[in-house]
């Protein structure tokens, strides 16, 4: 089992940014995937972005442009850059890592809130 910790979310206005991050129990350096999905009230999980050992990323249409995901193998961590936000963008965001060898892990969510 993987254990992941998310960190970096609160509130914040319109347009303004946070840097979500996530933290892994275990070395990423050859997890296949790695990705941020979240969760408004009343709504289904969705995809935010993911990234693969090999760096190529996924965006949803909905953050394409404000949204940067990136890894630091030495750390251990996925961090999400996130710009220019939106009321809309308010959800709990987890972080999950899937492999073939370890499963789809998930943390525990970090609650963004954008809001004047």
């Known amino acids: 089992q993987v254990q992941l910790v998310e960190s970096g979310g609160g509130l914040v206005q319109p347009g303004g940014s946070l840097r979500l991050s996530c933290a892994a129990s275990t070395r990423i350096l050859r997890i296949y995937r790695m990705g941020w999905y979240r969760q408004a009230p009343g709504k289904q999980r969705e995809l935010v972005a993911t990234i693969t050992s090999g760096g190529s990323t996924n965006y949803a249409d909905s953050v394409k442009g404000r949204f940067t995901i990136s890894r630091d193998n030495a750390k251990n961590t996925v961090y999400l850059q996130m710009n220019s936000l939106k009321p809309e963008d308010t959800a709990v965001y987890y972080c999950?890592?899937?492999?073939?060898?370890?499963?789809?892990?998930w943390g525990q969510g970090t609650q963004v809130a954008v809001s004047s």
């Open positions: 999950n890592i899937y492999d073939s060898v370890l499963g789809s892990n």
